[in-house]
Nanobody
Framework: QVQLVESGGGLVQAGGSLRLSCAASGRTVSAYAMAMAWFRQAPGKEREFVAAISWSGDSAGYGDSVKGRFTISRDNAKKTVYLQMNSLKPEDTAVYYC??????????????????WGQGTQVTVSS
């Protein structure tokens, strides 16, 4: 199985930055190549794709609303994926979830593809 634990959320002023981390553990993480992603969900809204990265880290994708501001990266030795968030806006306020699925190549932007999810970390951006 896979356990995902997010950290790094908090309260920040508009224009500020935060870095989220997602630490993965479990036998499946060690045995299989996995694509990783971040999604977010604001109150009353559907869960939204934010960013994803392939197992090797050679490809990544972003949601339109965060392109140019957010950067996803991973350290496979540490089994950790990161989301660097810059130029934060109040509309970025949401619970941010880390997700993973077994994929030796590429990544998906579809939340239905991801089998494993973290508990989420709250990000609040004040105006």
């Amino acid at each position: 199985q896979v356990q995902l634990v997010e950290s790094g959320g908090g309260l920040v002023q508009a224009g500020g930055s935060l870095r989220l981390s997602c630490a993965a553990s479990g036998r499946t993480v060690s045995a299989y190549a996995m694509a990783m992603a971040w999604f977010r969900q604001a109150p009353g809204k559907e869960r939204e794709f934010v960013a994803a990265i392939s197992w090797s880290g050679d490809s990544a994708g972003y949601g339109d609303s965060v392109k140019g501001r957010f950067t996803i990266s991973r350290d496979n030795a540490k089994k950790t994926v990161y989301l660097q968030m810059n130029s934060l806006k109040p509309e970025d306020t949401a619970v941010y979830y880390c997700a993973a699925n077994r994929a030796p190549y590429g990544y998906s932007v579809d939340r239905r593809v991801y089998d494993y999810w973290g508990q989420g970390t709250q990000v609040t951006v004040s105006s």
